[in-house]
Nanobody, 118 residues
Framework: QVQLVESGGGLVQPGGSLRLSCAAS????????MAWYRQAPGKEREFVAT???????SYADSAKGRFTISRDNAKNTLYLQMNSLKPEDAAVYYC????????????WGKGTLVTVSS
């Protein structure tokens, strides 16, 4: 049974920081390809960052240099550290699990809201 629960969102001023968490069931974090996506009002969901089971990371151009994706396998938890936040970063952030057998399959949490405003 796949369960993904995001937390850590809130209101922050431009230039501030937030750390998002995704608590996962079983051994999801250690065994699978995982990612963060976000969706702003009136816009489509967009990719933010990914991490493989081997620890290889990648980022969207908008996140590179400011955001860091990481994991704690013992706690089955995925993280997204966000620094130097901008108003355009405001969105609902979603935790994503991707599996590949027998086909590519995506699972999602319910999201956590990030608001960036002065």
């Amino acid at each position: 049974q796949v369960q993904l629960v995001e937390s850590g969102g809130g209101l922050v001023q431009p230039g501030g920081s937030l750390r998002l968490s995704c608590a996962a069931s079983g051994s999801i974090v250690s065994r699978n390809y995982m990612a963060w996506y976000r969706q702003a009002p009136g816009k489509e969901r967009e990719f933010v960052a990914t991490i493989t089971s081997g620890g290889i990371t990648s980022y969207a151009d908008s996140a590179k240099g400011r955001f860091t994706i990481s994991r704690d396998n013992a706690k089955n938890t995925l993280y997204l550290q966000m620094n130097s936040l901008k108003p355009e970063d405001a969105a609902v952030y979603y935790c994503n699990l991707r599996t590949y057998s027998p086909r590519v399959t995506d699972y999602w949490g319910k999201g956590t809201l990030v608001t960036v405003s002065s």
